[in-house]
């Protein structure tokens, strides 16, 4: 597996169609902290004075979802909009944000997979959870289900796949683990991670504006509690 | 006084819906909305003034009787039987609702789901901005879920004047379904996209707010790899490829996001005819570039 800490350099991103409503811009085409930051800085900068006609902007791991109403601007003409602003010098200040700390529990009940995936990253438990907790994580991107955020990256040893089954449901809060990062569920959903802790912190409230807390860039700290 | 009806009879599936849930997918959540937004906007041109939201229901119908007040309601969307106290009404339909009278609506020729919008709005809390129902999140409508029998929907002030608008002519239940192609269209090779435009594809009877499987009859994607691919937005009208082959189009109550091959994109008003499809119709795709899909839908709300 490719090490996704390694910080390549971000060519031009692509600009394409989502269907008829919505621009795609990719920065690149497999996951990286470079390509991670461009995507982020991008959406923040674009929310900052979008051009009008959008309708929504969605930041992702590796690319931005820009929604637009066709009655109000054309997509060729969207697209040279979000290419000079692509072009344009991105700050680097945009992937930055909120630290977060998350008192988690980990293992037991709410941990079933904390000891396989221990046993694969060929450490003790109280070794992983260490190790897991040191990482400085980033929040990537929201997505999957609401309030559900990707963090990374967690180096090499802690770069496991995930699990060859899914399970049907886990609750709320849960703390799952795979492809070297570390993925916050707001609410219940299945997953093929791994589940490896649980924490109180809910990321989704709709009846809170807005309703999710987290955003890309922020730094989210697990601090393990008993 | 103000209305109330009750659900005496309703099928799954069977939501509140209103134009969609817009700037909720930074937060993780899809717009929802009607999986028909032709036929829920048709129902609502029928009345002289209309609520933000209506009820989405079924080829199961939907009996609904008014307990209080009065109601004038528009129905359409697919072609369904309506009935106002047993008679018969025309489709797209309109009537005049009192104390105790029943709407009933059973399934008819065409269309998996029909609309019936209102003079009044809904008396539902607004979530996010919105009253659709999400049922993969649990969100917005009547307590974020599908109605059931004994459901008792109030209503509160009147909905807002009718502005006369050139509403689109319906697009023709045999054409193509056409489509840009998808984000991921270019890692599947040559042969697999001529075999998607050239194949037959059949609508099978997994079909749910949030996707609509298809049968492949060709084994078109019989070959597809499972590919790794970073998770990316998904759309409404995305047809992906599961890793089993199977191809799925993405509707309403999608995932957010998606990490599975996505190999074209439905046009927003073929979206709303490919929805009516009945289990077992066949389709074929058509491409199209998204400057021609635009211009097609325009020119026909102009007609």
């Known amino acids: 597996m490719r090490d996704p800490t390694e910080n390549d350099p971000i060519a031009h991103p692509l600009i394409v169609p989502l269907g008829d409503r919505a621009l795609l811009v990719r920065f690149a085409a497999t996951l990286s902290v470079a390509a991670n930051a461009a995507a982020t800085s991008f959406a923040k900068k674009l929310a900052q004075s979008p ?32 290419s000079l602003i692509a072009w344009s010098k991105l700050n680097a200040d945009g992937y930055s944000g909120q630290t977060w700390r998350l008192p988690s529990r980990f293992g037991g009940e709410y941990g079933p997979d904390l000891e396989a995936v221990a046993h694969a990253s060929d450490l003790d438990v109280d070794a992983f959870i260490d190790a897991h907790n040191a990482t400085e994580l980033r929040v990537l991107a929201t997505g999957f289900a609401p309030g559900f955020v990707y963090c990374g990256f967690h180096g090499p040893p802690l770069q496991i796949p995930r699990r060859s ?13 795979a492809v070297g990062q570390t993925a916050v569920a707001a609410t219940e959903i299945p997953t093929g991670w791994h589940v490896i802790g649980q924490t109180d912190f809910r990321n989704f409230d709709p009846a809170s504006s807005p309703p999710t807390r987290f955003r890309a860039g922020d730094r989210l700290i697990f601090e393990r509690t008993t | 006084m103000s209305a109330t009806i009750l659900i005496e009879r309703v099928g799954p599936m069977t939501t509140v819906q209103d134009a969609g849930r817009i700037g ?6 899809a717009a929802s909305g009607p999986m028909d937004q032709h036929g829920f906007s048709t129902a609502a041109q029928k009345l002289p003034r209309w609520g933000t939201s209506g009820i989405e229901f079924t080829t199961s119908g939907l009996g609904l009787r008014l307990l209080s007040g009065q109601l004038e309601i528009g129905c359409a969307g697919g072609v369904f039987d309506a009935r106002h106290n047993g008679s018969p009404l ?5 009537c005049q609702l009192v104390a ?15 609309y019936v919008r209102f003079d009044c709005e809904l008396d539902l809390p607004s979530v996010m901005g919105s ?11 009547f307590k974020g879920r599908a109605l059931e029998v004994g459901d008792r929907l109030q209503f509160g002030r009147l909905g807002k004047d009718n502005q006369p608008s050139n509403p689109s002519s319906a697009p023709k239940g045999g054409d193509p379904i056409h489509f840009t192609w998808g ?17 037959l594809f059949e609508v099978s009877e997994q079909m749910d707010r949030m996707g609509i499987k298809l049968r492949d009859q060709q084994n078109v994607f019989s070959s597809n790899q499972n590919l790794e691919l970073v998770s990316e937005p998904v759309v409404p009208g995305d047809v992906q490829i599961l890793g089993d082959g199977t191809p799925i189009v993405l509707m309403r109550d999608h995932q957010p996001t998606g990490g599975y091959p996505r190999i074209a994109t439905i046009s927003t008003p073929d979206l709303n005819r490919f929805a009516q499809c009945r289990p077992g119709t066949r389709i074929c795709f058509e491409p199209i570039t998204v400057e021609h899909s635009l211009a097609v839908e325009f020119s026909r709300r102009q007609m």
């Open chain 1, 165 to 177: 089954t899914v399970r049907n449901q886990v609750p709320p809060g849960s703390i799952l683990f």
């Open chain 2, 183 to 199: 984000i991921h269209a270019h890692l599947f090779n040559h042969d697999v996209r001529q075999g998607f435009v050239a194949g």
């Open chain 2, 90 to 94: 025309p489709w797209p339909a309109t």
């Open chain 2, 24 to 29: 909720a997918l930074i937060h993780g959540v």
């Open chain 2, 131 to 141: 009253l659709a129902t999400n049922t993969r999140a649990g969100l917005g409508g």
């Open chain 1, 51 to 82: 051009p009008d006609g959008v309708t929504e902007i969605v930041p992702s791991l590796v690319s931005v979802q820009i929604n637009y109403d066709p009655a109000k601007i054309s997509p060729d003409r969207l697209a040279a909009e979000l």
């Open chain 2, 100 to 114: 105790d009278d029943y709407l009933e609506i059973t399934p008819s020729s065409y269309g998996n789901f029909g």
